[in-house]
């Protein structure tokens, strides 16, 4: 299934439900608002305020719905890390335990497999493209972007434009990814980029690829491993980081300048990556968990998301119906980036997945020595 | 004679900027978030962060119950293995190394297969529990050094005569020692308390796989995520480490006249 | 309750001391009932002890022995023998050692300055208040300290470049590295060693020296035969704590590079965040490699301190 195909395609057939759906939601809501001011409390896990704006979007549920309290736990989880936090819940239904998370598309069904996640169909389900859903409600793609290389310019000089340049000695020291390639699907992600830019079919062969690229780097002294986030990048502990663009953008952003910054994607390998939600199979707060989904889906939640440099799921469905701010449109990265992106299907995705995290130890091995 | 003061000095002198230099150019890093001058916005950013105020205030809150669970179970039980069971005093002791020994991060993740809700005791199974799970963490860190200081402040009065001459006049033992052995070494517990603090204050590992909104996991956070207000924040906890084991040295010379009282 | 609290009573009679010299009217009774008080007293410690220190740890080692369906196995002991967890291992040691030796010879020619060197008065004690700061300022605001110290961007780095015109990162030196850790480390260490040494030179009695000056011997002669044998257990005896120190600690290392950086803890902590492994019982195995190897640390420490401890008295 090509993804991108149907998120262009969707916009068609979402208008068409998009006119009858807020009158039902609208009755619906009050009632589920209700009984989630009566459990009090929402638990997320792994929300960077500034990834894809989920600052401002907290701060908007939080307004809309007061009453709720949301207990945000571990911001820097990985995707990895927020499967795991679920299976810990299994046994512990405290405070500990997210009620809804937020993970790289190919955790979804696995997710789904293992029990670990519960179906609900946001009342804007319609305006979900097909493919970026699961057809019995348990996960829903959020939000997409491409990867892209946040760079340092006071430190680096010739701004990297591809994966292969990366391996120049230019770059000795100075690239690391943003996430823990055994966990985190944002650095996952990266290392099959890298080898979908060599020419290797996705799926596997681009994740054994990748591995390489980075064990090659790594052999180079170019690979620094460091967690790259913003920090890393501007005190120079690693100039150069693999992100996705809404992460690098805001970044820079919030370097006002200080350290001078640019995000490149890079020209031998366009990739695209889509993000789901789903609410947890043991989440202690259904209700509340059930209506930040009704929230994140909603104009308001995915505008949200969009201010944070993010392609929400129903953009093509809003832009059709002509309700995005055109000030937030013109922020958003170029469009010709988009235009040549690949979407990995979640095979491929899936596959590269279990290949890059099992063998990320062995093969790259990338320590403190 | 000169020459051994000349090799003291160097020593001295390289040690000095060891220490030092770290300090300083923290210091300058935390000034340097606009770009060609120096400023304080760094600091002014931590400050007005509402984040900081919450965990900063949660961490205070969670080590001042850690200090005064800890004074709960150390003073009593220092205080009857000095006066009445000096056989306990090897256990007693090998088990305040125990923390030393025990690596928080392995403490916590027992805590967190034993205490979960489908144990016994599911501490974690509610905010409140957890909370208080990481008070207890804390103790136990704090042990050693609670128990130190405690035992120290006792070493110096003589809690025998104390202990008799209080019983003597009709006190009962919970009487004796909160009323008069407590008072006089108060000025060891408030050593042991701010000692306590020192630790517990930014403490990550336990805070931080606990889940609980601590100052700790939230250095952490803003150590990834922003350039120059790391550095500020080192500074302050600089500042309020050196409050602390400020605050003990000062204790320490009241001390003396405390003990003065019960000669 | 009762039955039990007086069978102690009986054994611990002999070992008590004072309180039975006040004159009462029945003395057994009151006694008997004060040492009840005195088990009710150390009770809530012990109770603390073992509920939040002793027993987590041994679930933890029983935890190793178990596989997912709760039968005996040896297999996660096994399954830690792979080269990546080894590798963490020995890196976790190298580290620490490096990092506890180095702090032990720099913290005791410091202290041995400070205390025997003819400094000033003053110094002395802002040197020992100083360490009792810097020993507590470990964790994450340490790594942040070294990051503006000497990472790209640091002070040093950067003076290095522009006054010196020497590029530390192009040299090849790296604050992420085997190096840059220990020596990040040896800011608490250092500090810890003075703490825990400066009793022991003050402990070396001036009339050792006199003596010895008076039969002849040199400084020199006088460190070899009699202050170093002196401090030697001593010496060793913090080495082992310092280790035990730094092969816990999880927070500098973790600020500084994330959880990328392959220590024991760091692994630890990524695999019951994340499950990195791919192997829950691993987590088990991985805390009692650690668990063995401080407690061995810990033990050399008790074992030679308790032996050294009769000289210094």
């Known amino acids: ?369 | 004679m000169k020459r051994s003061k000349l090799w003291a000095w160097i020593t001295f002198g390289v040690a000095v900027a060891y220490f030092l230099v770290p300090l300083l150019a923290t210091f300058e890093f935390s000034l340097r978030i606009r770009r060609g001058t120096y400023s304080l916005d760094a600091y002014a950013s931590v400050f007005s962060d509402p984040r900081f105020q919450a965990t900063f205030g949660y961490s205070l809150l969670v080590g001042l119950f850690a200090i005064i669970v800890g004074i709960f179970i150390v003073v009593p039980a220092a205080y009857f293995v000095r006066l009445r069971a000096p056989h306990l005093r090897p256990l007693i002791e090998f088990v305040t190394l125990l923390p030393l020994i025990i690596p928080p991060i392995i403490l916590v993740f027992g805590y967190i297969r034993l205490y979960n809700t489908s144990s016994i005791l599911p501490l974690t199974g509610s905010t409140f529990g957890t909370d208080i799970l990481l008070v207890l963490a804390y103790v136990a860190l704090a042990l050693p050094y609670m128990y130190r200081a405690v035992d120290t402040g006792l070493r110096t009065i003589d809690v025998q005569t104390l202990t008799e001459a209080a019983t003597i006049l009709g006190a009962n033992q919970m009487v004796i020692l909160a009323r008069v052995i407590f008072p006089n070494i108060i000025v060891a517990v408030l050593s042991g308390a701010f000692l306590t603090l020192a630790i517990v204050i930014g403490e990550f590992t336990i805070a931080s796989l606990l889940n609980r909104p601590a100052f700790g996991p939230y250095l952490q956070n803003v150590g990834a995520n922003r350039a120059f207000e790391p550095a500020a924040l080192a500074v302050i906890s600089f500042v309020i480490t050196w409050g602390a084991m400020g605050m003990i040295q000062l204790l320490s010379r009241f001390a003396p006249k405390t003990a003065a009282l019960t000669d | 309750m009762t039955d039990t609290s007086s069978l102690v009573t009986g054994s611990a009679a002999p070992v008590s001391t004072g309180a039975t010299g006040s004159p009462r009217r029945n003395p057994l009774a009151n006694f008997a009932r004060s040492q009840l008080g005195a088990y009710l007293g150390v009770a809530p410690f012990l109770i603390f002890a073992v509920l939040f220190l002793l027993v987590p740890t041994l679930t933890l080692v029983a935890g190793a022995f178990v596989d997912d369906a709760g039968h005996f196995t040896f297999q996660n002991i096994l399954d830690l023998g792979t080269p990546a967890i080894l590798n963490s291992y020995w890196i976790s040691i190298r580290v620490s050692a490096a990092s506890a030796i180095l702090g032990a010879v720099f913290g005791l020619i410091i202290a041995l300055a400070v205390i025997r060197g003819r400094l000033p008065e003053g110094i002395r004690a802002a040197v020992l208040t100083f360490s009792g700061v810097a020993s507590n300022f470990a964790g994450i605001p340490l790594a942040f300290a070294f990051l503006s110290t000497l990472g790209r961007l640091g002070l040093v780095t950067v003076i290095l470049k522009t006054v010196f015109d020497f590029d530390m990162y192009k040299a090849g030196f790296n604050l992420l590295s085997f190096s840059g850790l220990t020596l990040t480390y040896l800011y608490f260490q250092i500090p810890l060693m003075i703490l825990i040494i400066a009793p022991a030179i003050d402990g070396l009695k001036k009339e050792w020296s006199e003596a010895a000056s008076t039969l002849g011997a040199t400084k020199t002669q006088f460190w070899r035969y009699i202050g170093l044998p002196v401090l030697w257990p001593n010496l060793l005896g913090t080495v082992s704590l310092l280790f035990a120190n730094a092969f816990g600690a999880i927070a500098t290392a973790y600020a500084l590079t994330g959880s990328s950086l392959n220590i024991v803890p760091i692994l630890l902590y990524a695999q019951i965040r994340g499950d990195v492994l791919h192997n829950p019982g691993l987590g088990a195995a991985l805390a009692l490699g650690m668990i063995v190897i401080t407690a061995f640390a810990n033990v050399i420490y008790l074992v030679i301190r308790s032996r050294a401890e009769r000289w210094l008295k």
């Open chain 1, 1 to 369: 299934m090509n993804l991108k195909k149907a998120l262009a395609a969707s916009t068609a057939l979402v208008s068409v439900f998009a006119v009858a759906a807020p009158a039902f939601a609208q009755t619906d809501l009050t009632a589920l608002y209700e009984a989630a001011k009566t459990e009090g409390q929402l638990t997320t896990i792994a929300l960077p305020h500034d990834w894809c704006g989920y600052g401002a979007v907290i701060d908007g549920f939080k307004a809309k719905y007061p009453g709720i309290t949301i207990n945000e736990l571990n911001p820097d989880a990985g995707s990895g890390d927020e499967i795991e936090a679920v299976k810990t819940s299994k046994g512990n239904a405290g405070p500990q335990s997210p009620d809804v998370i937020d993970v790289g598309l190919s955790f979804g069904p696995s997710a789904k497999a293992d029990g670990l996640i519960q179906a609900y169909k946001v009342s804007t389900w319609d305006s979900i493209p097909d493919s970026a859903k699961d057809a019995d409600g348990f996960w829903y793609g959020d939000y997409y972007g491409v990867l892209s290389f946040l760079v340092n310019t006071d430190i680096v000089s010739k701004v990297p434009t591809s994966w292969a340049e990366l391996k120049a000695s230019d770059y000795a020291n100075s690239f690391a990814l943003a996430g823990d390639p055994r966990a985190a699907n944002q650095a996952i992600s990266a290392v099959h980029a890298a080898g979908l830019a060599t020419g290797a079919a996705a799926g596997a062969d681009a994740a054994k690829a990748g591995l390489a690229f980075f064990a090659d780097l790594n052999k180079a002294s170019n690979f620094v491993p460091v967690i790259g986030k913003a920090a890393a990048v501007a005190q120079g502990t690693t100039p150069i980081v693999a992100a996705w663009d809404y992460n690098a953008l805001a970044w820079r952003d919030g370097f006002a300048g200080n350290p001078k910054a640019e995000v490149v994607v890079p020209s031998d390998a366009v990739v695209a990556g889509v993000y789901v939600q789903a609410i947890s199979a043991y989440a202690p707060h259904l209700n509340a968990a059930k209506l930040w989904m009704e929230y994140l889906y909603s104009d308001e939640g995915q505008t949200g998301w969009l201010a944070g440099y993010c392609h929400p799921i129903r953009f093509n469905d809003m832009v059709a119906r002509k309700v995005v701010p055109q000030a937030l449109l013109d922020k958003l990265p170029p469009a010709d980036a988009y235009a040549k992106a690949v979407f990995p299907t979640l095979d491929e995705q899936a596959a590269a997945k279990t290949e890059i995290t099992g063998q990320w130890d062995a093969v790259v091995g990338a320590n403190v020595q």
